[in-house]
Structures are given as structure tokens and as C-alpha cells.
């Protein structure tokens, strides 16, 4: 009995062990790298272009006025119009020398002649005188047309209220004429031989003289018969420079404005007032430099307004220019 109880006792305990559950090893997870963390991405900011700042084309006020001009007649090279003025007038040149001298711009003989050009572009070119373009016109005194109001703008910038032409004799309204303390009563929009621009007015007298004077102030191709040059067209930068002082000195009116050698420069003029009618020599001039767009032909160039003195002369081309 001893004995079956002991084995009564083993079989319990081994029922006991065996019974017990059993441990299992759970397969470990597999070890994964988290991810670093990274921070968002800063978005990049593309800063707006800003447009450089430049300056609009200069773009002709009177180009409608000039192109119809043009279809009236083919020997039209350029435009003016002075605001505060009745200057507003189609610039004209002809093959045959001062025709527009004496001509409208129908072609049609008339007393006092249109605005003209002493040269067109390829006549300057031929004498070099390129660089101080002219335009002349009558002073149309009884009409009081062409460049009479030349006058008014020379005389009430001088301080006058009257127009020194006694059958004119206009009262000068200094709040519409050109203002030469101003620089928009100085700077004028004007059209002639290809060229359209904005001058800017830095010399003006009235002044009698012989006719040289005249050929002098317009660079007048005229051939010396001796000596085989032309007179009056500038040999080098120093004559250049000689004839800007020249006008500076004469000026009537003090405009302040800088001028060199290297600037395109328009010379304008007509018939004096102060002086007699009838004097051939008297006149009254504008003298004006390019100033938007400005010109850069003339730019770090010496001695180029005389480099083709020696150019044979045809025989008309040597004729002094007409009383304007």
C-alpha cells in the first residue's frame, strides 16, 4: 500500500509538470531605423522681379503732322512746332538750291517761301557739316507767319511786352510764350533729316553783320577759290570748340547749359527786327543742341567736322546763302 501511494504521488507530480504551460519565444519584432526626423522644407521664396527702371522711347509729338506733310510733298525733311507759338510748320528742302526760299510747299512762287533746310541728311554728309544741322524761314513781318514769333519769344524772354516790330507791335504774354528759366521753354520738339528729337535751346542774339557772320553761325560750305578749302566749316575739335564760345559770348541770355564739341547741335534763324529791314545781314539766331535721345554720333570723335574740306565743291554749292 506504501508503495502505491508513493507512486500515486510521483504520477501526480509529473501529471502536475506536465500539465504546466510551457513558455514560448516569441519571435522578436524586426528592429526597424526610425526615420530621422527632418524638419519641413522651408519653402524659398522667389522674390518678384522687379522691372529695371528706364526711360520710355522718345517718341515725335508731331509725327502725324509730318507724315501727312510728307505725302503732300516728298521734299519734306522734318517738322517744328514751338508750343505758345504759331510756329507749326513742315520743314522743306529742294534739289535746286532755295527753292523753298520763295515756294510753298505745293510748289507754287510766293512771297515769303516756306521753313527749309539748308541741306538735306546726304549734302551735310557731302560737305561734313553734319553736326550743326540749319533751318531758316522768313520773317514774315505784315503776316506775322513763318518765324516772326521768333521774335516774340527773343523779346519776352528779355523782359519786353511788346514786340519790337512796330507794325506788329503784339503784346508778349510771358505765360504762353517759351520761358527760357524753364527748361520745357527751352527744349523743343523738332524733326529734320531723319533725326526727331527734343533740342534744347543754349545761345540767342539778334545781330547785324556782313554776310560772313552768317556763313560763320551755319558752317556755309562755301569754297575759298585761293585757297581751295571751305571757309566757314570747322577745320577741327578746337574750331568746333572756338565757334560754341563764339555763341556762348553773344548770347542775349544767359541759359546755363552745358555744351561741347561732341554734341549735335541745330542752328535756327531768320530776319532781324531791331535792325533795318533791309539790311541783308541782320538776324536772329537760335543756336540748340540734341538732347533726348541724345545723340551719340558726335561722341569721342576729334577733328571729324573737317575731315573732308578737300571735297570738290560742285559750282552751285558755292553761292551764299539767301537772306532768310
Not at 121 to 140: D, G, K, P
Not at 158 to 182: I, M, R, W
Not at 282 to 308: D, H, I, M, T, W
Not at 310 to 317: I, L, M, S, W
Request: charged share 25%; with cysteine.
Amino acid at each position: 500500500m506504501k508503495r502505491i501511494a508513493v507512486l500515486a504521488v510521483a504520477l501526480a507530480v509529473l501529471l502536475s509538470v506536465g500539465c504546466q504551460q510551457q513558455p514560448v519565444d516569441k519571435p522578436q519584432a524586426e528592429a526597424t531605423e526610425s526615420p530621422e526626423a527632418t524638419p519641413d522644407p522651408t519653402p524659398v521664396v522667389t522674390p518678384t522681379p522687379v522691372p529695371e527702371e528706364t526711360e520710355e522711347p522718345y517718341v515725335f509729338p508731331y509725327e502725324s503732322r509730318l507724315i501727312e506733310a510728307k505725302d503732300k510733298n516728298n521734299d519734306v525733311v522734318g517738322y517744328i512746332c514751338i508750343p505758345g507759338t504759331n510756329i507749326d510748320y513742315p520743314i522743306l528742302y529742294g534739289r535746286d538750291w532755295w527753292f523753298y526760299a520763295d515756294h510753298d510747299i505745293n510748289m507754287e512762287k510766293n512771297g515769303v517761301g516756306s521753313v527749309y533746310s539748308h541741306f538735306n541728311m546726304a549734302s551735310y554728309e557731302f560737305f561734313n557739316t553734319q553736326q550743326n544741322l540749319v533751318i531758316a524761314a522768313a520773317n514774315a513781318r505784315t503776316s506775322r507767319t513763318l518765324f516772326h514769333e521768333l521774335h516774340h519769344i527773343q523779346e519776352v524772354n528779355l523782359g519786353k511786352t511788346h514786340c519790337a516790330y512796330k507794325q506788329c507791335n503784339a503784346e508778349l504774354d510771358p505765360t504762353v510764350l517759351p520761358d527760357f528759366s524753364k527748361p520745357e521753354g527751352r527744349i523743343w520738339d523738332i524733326a529734320i533729316c531723319d533725326i526727331e528729337a527734343q533740342w534744347e535751346v543754349w545761345a540767342m542774339y539778334e545781330a547785324g553783320g556782313d554776310k560772313g557772320q552768317v556763313n560763320y553761325n551755319t558752317w556755309y560750305p562755301k569754297k575759298n577759290e585761293k585757297t581751295g578749302i571751305m571757309e566757314y566749316v570747322p577745320a577741327d575739335e578746337e574750331d568746333v570748340q572756338k565757334w560754341i564760345d563764339t555763341q556762348l559770348k553773344n548770347s542775349q541770355y544767359d541759359f546755363g547749359v552745358e555744351v561741347t564739341t561732341e554734341d549735335q547741335f541745330l542752328t535756327i534763324y531768320t530776319s532781324g527786327d531791331e535792325h533795318d529791314p533791309t539790311d541783308d545781314s541782320a538776324r536772329l539766331y537760335f543756336f540748340l543742341k540734341q538732347v533726348n535721345p541724345p545723340s551719340e554720333r558726335f561722341r569721342k570723335q576729334s577733328g571729324n567736322a573737317g575731315e573732308a574740306a578737300e571735297t570738290p565743291v560742285p559750282e552751285a554749292e558755292t553761292t551764299t546763302a539767301p537772306t532768310a
